[in-house]
């Protein structure tokens, strides 16, 4: 078929695409060029161009500051423990959920599950100091009655860390359970049945049967979030996070935002962000090839 | 005749490809154009200006002016559209020709906000401002503000004589007048506070001296005067300047003026002693507060003061410092607490004493926002004539008091609100201070007055404590250092250490004391690591240079 028909013939899908590239081109390629600015001393009264080019002396200021390795291990770490504990959480949830019988309180069930996700950070965080604190909040009002030492949530950073884990999965896993529901209505029902008539048990079946159904999700999902090792969201560090815990909620977005937005420092930032970008395209392509190798599972 | 007309339509689709193309590259090329010498750029400035002052062309000059929102905006009227910026506009903006536009930011992000509208170029108000020195300091060395020696020498001879020299200093860069700084009324900062119906309830005098305080403090722990159940706090706290600044600045030893020039670091707008002797000693009177529980313990996650305010109003707070004016306005944190507890009572005291028996504690500079033009701009001239306009005649008092008669009466040359007046009338000047942006506070003259002019303006039973208070913020005080030049490092790190300062105090008072010293050491190393050594060391050499 020539190029004329096909493309007669199937013009509708391609002004489909239409929509979905142009946001591509304009708000993920087009921003790229601003990345000019890691290698240029940006003034920004004289824009990207007028700027003078200074190589790769921004990445070496970058290098040399001890708070740029402070926050990339910070955001690391909280990543990593965020993908042991709230990786996980949505699929039991989703489990649980899918072996509930009772149509009416399954509904309630996930909807009380998903509200969390819609509260904004500043909301959570307000809500976090209430419960946490240390001098009033609701939980040390009820420790200290017991005549116990009040418990630092949040001034201590280990214990910060675990309230800074807990928040994210009370935050996050009732919506990250939709994912798992859709790829559970898939399953064919027959195998349940045959699995009733060989006797199995109920955790028998979740084990093999509910859990092999999941597997392309789960690495999916799993490769999706080692692709995020590296970038961290703003608000929750940002929010839940105070000067006393800093050693570990600073974090490389708060980094970008202290030089560059605050002050000013745009150089910097975009250094700091181009390094992110580059270290997370590493860890999608690392994940993506291992678990080719490894399980024959991959995104691209 | 067909084919002519296809001719022209190849010829207009032409047009309007090539516009396009060159309109793309003037937008990248009108930034490299802004960067030219500065003496185009003057030279386009004045062009500009002359176009804006020639009223025969009749052609309206928009102004836009920054001003601060703080979403108190009292319902129908908008931060853009109130009484005051119809005031301006039928005063000011209407006689000559301008269109006042008022474009704004919200107070709580100002300078973020103010680097997003500067790199914006094109969208950037006339006037903008900022508390920033370090903010000012970088747009005037990165070439990005209109020189203002000559616009104010001939279209502000009002606003020069208002300002005058001592505050116009500090809008110089280099020699040159990049900023118009407002003038601030009043340079007392911090006063502290006692519950006296606590100290008279205990039968205790008010503490004179540190030391005393300590005691104090430590017997309302016990005696717990105000039956909080346990949940004194002796001494509140926060992660504010108003709050930990006295008590840090009392622990100075006495310095030499070479040690104030170069030890001092200016972070923002402050200048914080964290380099002078006798800082450590301040955080280990904080660190044993707080061990021996007599501070807010919370104080960590309170750098807006809303916990201590908290605190104060359920009436659980013993002592405190605070901005010496805050705690009586009306409505306010006074008021508050003695409507949940009608007995408590509160003191104006000046208690942090230092080695020499003095209370010393830091004042303003005698400025307030940095007014600036953008290079940009293209109506300075309209700019300098609308902040001159601001200081002639009774247009500040106009902005600042409202109508007289109306809203205010004059009482020996002292405008007094008028308490029985409508919400309507009242709600005409309720952002009086973020619109008469030439001055900080109000200007009566001279400062006694000024001074008396708060005093007056608050609620009749709190007058007496405030003028204490404002007498106690302006005794002992510690002027801010100015150098002839910027420190170009205060400018690059004066955020990212404002924060380390934070970690610092938080640290150092709520490690274990025997942990306090190695906590005190690797902070204060990492401190100088961020760059607090770089502003030491141009500090040194602005100091020598200065000195030779």
Not at chain 1, 1 to 9: C, G, Q, W
Not at chain 1, 32 to 39: D, K, N, P, Q, T
Not at chain 1, 237 to 250: E, F, H, L, M, Q
Not at chain 2, 344 to 362: L, M, N, Q, R, W
Request: hydrophobic share 40%; proline share 4%; aromatic share 12%.
């Amino acid at each position: 078929m020539n190029l004329a028909v096909y493309l007669r013939r199937y013009w509708q899908l391609y002004a489909l695409l239409i929509l979905p590239v142009s946001y591509f081109i304009i708000f993920k390629y087009g921003p790229m060029y601003g990345i000019l600015i890691a290698f240029k001393d940006f003034n920004f009264f004289q824009g990207i161009n007028g700027s003078e080019w200074i190589g790769f002396d921004a990445f070496r200021e970058v290098f040399a500051m001890s708070d740029f390795y402070k926050t990339l291990r910070n955001t690391l770490m909280l990543n990593f423990l965020d993908l042991l504990v709230s990786f996980p959480a949505p699929l039991f949830l989703a489990i649980m959920l899918y072996e509930l019988k009772i149509v009416w309180f399954k509904k309630l069930s996930q909807t009380i599950l998903y509200i969390p996700h819609f509260i904004s950070w500043v909301i959570i965080g307000g809500i976090v100091y209430q419960v946490f604190g240390t001098q009033s909040g609701m939980i040390n009002n009820i420790v200290t009655s017991f005549g116990f030492d009040a418990i630092p949530f949040l001034t201590d950073k280990n214990d910060w860390l675990i309230t800074y884990l807990a928040v994210g999965v009370w935050q996050s896993a009732g919506w990250g359970t939709i994912i798992y529901l859709a790829a559970l209505t898939g399953i064919n029902k027959e195998l349940f049945e045959a699995a009733d008539v060989d006797g199995a048990s109920r955790l028998r079946k979740i084990w093999n049967i509910t859990l092999p159904s999941l597997k392309p999700t789960i690495v999916t999902l799993l490769i999706i979030n080692l692709g995020h090792m590296i970038a961290i969201g703003f608000e929750r560090p940002y929010i839940i996070g105070n000067t006393a815990v800093r050693d570990y909620s600073d974090v490389l977005s708060t980094f970008v935002y202290r030089i560059g937005i605050e002050s000013g420092q745009y150089t910097l930032a975009t250094v700091v962000g181009l390094f992110q970008a580059v270290v997370g395209l590493v860890f999608v392509l690392g994940a993506n090839y291992t678990s080719k190798k490894l399980a024959d599972q991959s995104i691209m | 005749m067909v084919k002519a007309a296809r001719g022209t339509m190849k010829a207009s689709k032409i047009l309007a490809v090539t516009l396009g193309c060159t309109m793309l590259l003037s937008a990248c090329g009108g930034n490299a154009n802004n960067g030219g010498t500065n003496a185009n750029a003057n030279a386009g400035a004045n062009e500009n200006a002359a176009a804006g002052g020639n009223k025969a062309s009749g052609k309206q000059v928009t102004l836009k002016v920054e001003v601060f929102d703080r979403g108190n905006s009292p319902a129908g009227s908008t931060i853009t559209n109130n009484y005051l910026t119809k005031y301006v506009q039928d005063n000011f903006g209407t006689p000559n020709n301008i269109k006042v536009e008022f474009v704004p930011v919200p107070r709580s992000e100002e300078v973020q906000k103010l680097n997003v509208l500067m790199a914006s170029g094109s969208d950037v108000p006339d006037i903008v401002f900022t508390y920033d020195s370090g903010t000012f300091y970088r747009y005037a060395q990165q070439g990005g503000l209109t020189d203002l020696g000559e616009l104010l020498e001939q279209h502000g001879p009002n606003l020069k004589q208002f300002l005058g020299e001592d505050t116009l200093a500090y809008g110089q860069y280099e020699g040159k007048q990049f900023a118009l700084p407002a003038k601030r009324a009043h340079l007392g900062k911090y006063s502290s506070f006692i519950r006296q119906d606590w100290l008279d309830k205990l039968g205790l005098p008010v503490p004179k001296t540190t030391d005393e305080l300590y005691t104090t403090l430590k017997t309302f722990k016990e005696k717990d005067p105000g039956q909080t159940g346990g949940k004194v706090i002796p001494l509140g706290m926060s992660l504010a300047p108003a709050q930990f600044e006295p008590l840090l600045w009392s622990f100075i030893k006495p310095v030499t003026e070479e040690q104030r020039y170069t030890l001092t670091q200016q972070l923002g707008s402050n200048d914080y002693p964290i380099l002078l002797p006798g800082f450590k000693d301040g955080l280990q009177f904080m660190n044993k507060l707080y061990s021996e529980g007599l501070m807010s313990a919370d104080f960590s996650l309170d750098e807006d003061k809303k916990k201590l305010n908290e605190d104060v109003t359920k009436g659980l707070v013993g002592f405190f410092s605070e901005d010496d004016m805050n705690p009586f306005y009306a409505d306010l944190m006074y008021a508050t607490l003695q409507k949940n507890i009608p007995d408590a009572k509160i003191s104006s005291v000046d208690v942090y004493t230092d080695s020499e028996g003095k209370h010393p504690k830091p004042e303003y500079a005698p400025v307030g926002l940095y007014l600036m033009i953008p290079k940009s701009s293209k109506n300075a001239e309209a700019a300098v004539k609308y902040l001159d306009w601001m200081a002639s005649g009774d247009n500040l008092l106009h902005i600042q008091n409202g109508v007289e008669g109306e809203n205010y009466t004059l009482e020996n040359g002292i405008p007094m609100a008028k308490a029985d007046v409508t919400d309507e009338i009242k709600n005409r000047i309720y952002n009086w201070g973020d619109m008469a942006i030439i001055s900080n506070g109000k200007q009566l003259g001279d400062t006694e007055k000024n001074v008396e002019a708060y005093v007056l303006n608050m609620p009749e039973q709190y007058r007496e404590e405030t003028r204490k208070a404002l007498s106690v913020s302006r005794s002992d005080t510690i002027k801010p250092v100015l150098f002839d030049r910027p420190i170009e490092a205060q400018a690059k790190y004066g955020t990212a250490l404002r924060d380390k300062l934070n970690e610092i105090i938080v640290k150092t008072t709520m490690a274990k004391p025997d942990q306090f010293d190695s906590t005190y050491e690797s902070m204060l190393k990492d401190y100088m690591a961020t760059g607090g050594q770089a502003i030491l060391d141009e500090r040194k050499k602005a100091y020598e240079e200065m000195k030779k």
